[in-house]
């Protein structure tokens, strides 16, 4: 719904008109409503960026001050570094004018040091976090990437249960679970033995791949909130194409090359047409776009109240047309069966 002013709205901070134009919808059952545009800052670190906090912060001002209202981050993200940057940027930014969602789970580069969903862990990062973001709480906290734990019962009976004693406490204010794999995050929604909020999927509502569309219905069931996350496919969706370390296959990285270079040939951004595409889609209450400039967030606000033009919708229809020779659209179990494979190496 537009013409609102949601309870972030912060008088003198904001620009209202720009508010009112914002979508906002009901995140689950949980009582906030949250911008169908929302600011993901994995890209606020060194994994994809030389970071400069400076161009951080103005970015991420302009985003909020149009409107956005929901940020995600996680302890993964450049270990801490996306955290710290935030950190000092949120100082600045009343508190009142966002929601903010961090996770527990996934944290080190190093192979035997990159996950633990211990109890003991959940409970240091959660510490860590609030530290590095310079708040006392965040509004959502989820279990980042669960299927690589050893286990999902793991999940399920010692890292969730520790996630809601942090809820309790009013370090965070709700819960959920992140991952690539849908069905696995469809299996922990339905044994989850506490109440759940919401889930974060990525690259699985896209123009290759819509995997998240069958299992809408059992998330809406669960009245969760459903956050859909890299649409541009982690960067094969752009004309500046994916990062030397994208585990996709070799089929889709190719895919994506064909209908990169068409939009190239043509001057449209392909990953233009990868936004508005998953902005079409029911079902999620927010698409989780990383941003790392002014000029991107102009961008994605300029696709989400206005659209495409003629030329792109043609163009839309040719890349769509493209996607339709893609016989496998996912790399599914394929960064899972890699890590354990690494992890049996690792330990002999």
Not at 30 to 42: P, Q, R, W, Y
Not at 43 to 56: I, M, R, T
Not at 329 to 341: D, F, L, M, P, T
Request: glycine share 6%; hydrophobic share 40%.
């Amino acid at each position: 719904m537009s013409g609102i002013l949601p309870e972030t709205f912060v008088p003198g901070f904001h620009d209202e008109a720009q508010v009112r134009k914002m979508v906002y919808n009901d995140f689950g059952s949980t009582g906030l409503k949250v911008s169908k545009l929302s600011f993901g800052t994995g890209v606020f670190c060194y994994a994809y960026n030389d970071v400069s906090v400076e161009n951080c912060r103005e970015t991420l001002l302009k985003a909020l001050k149009m409107g956005v209202n929901y940020i995600d981050t996680a302890p993964y993200y450049g270990h801490g570094e996306s955290e710290e940057v935030l950190g000092k940027i949120l100082e600045g930014i009343p508190r009142k004018a966002y929601y903010i969602a961090t996770k527990v789970g996934r944290y080190e580069k190093d192979l035997k040091e990159q996950f633990n969903f211990s109890a003991e862990k959940t409970k240091q990062s959660i510490e860590a976090s609030l530290q590095r973001l310079r708040l006392d709480y965040v509004d959502v906290l989820q279990v980042h990437d669960v299927e690589f734990a050893p286990s999902l019962d793991m999940v399920l009976n010692e890292t969730l249960p520790t996630v809601q004693e942090i809820v309790k406490s009013g370090k965070a204010r709700f819960m959920g679970v992140t991952g690539y794999p849908v069905r696995t995050l469809a299996e922990c929604v339905q044994k989850s033995p506490v109440k759940l909020d919401m889930i974060l999927s990525y690259a699985r509502l896209t123009l290759f791949d819509e995997t998240l569309k069958e299992f809408l219905p059992v998330f809406k069931k669960h009245h969760l909130a459903v956050v859909n996350a890299a649409v541009n496919g982690l960067g094969l969706l752009t004309n500046r194409g994916e990062r030397s370390w994208h585990v996709a296959t070799k089929q889709i990285k190719d895919v994506c090359a064909t209908a990169r270079q068409l939009c190239i040939q043509n001057d449209v951004e392909l990953g233009k047409l990868a936004v508005w595409h998953s902005l079409q889609q029911e079902g999620p209450a927010t698409t989780l776009v990383g941003m790392d400039s002014v000029e991107i967030v102009d961008y994605n606000l300029e696709v989400l109240h206005n659209g495409l033009t003629f030329k792109e919708r043609e163009l839309y229809q040719q890349v769509l047309g493209v996607f339709k020779t893609l016989k496998d659209r996912h790399w599914e179990n394929h960064e899972v069966a890699k890590y354990w494979e690494l992890m049996t190496i690792s330990t002999k």
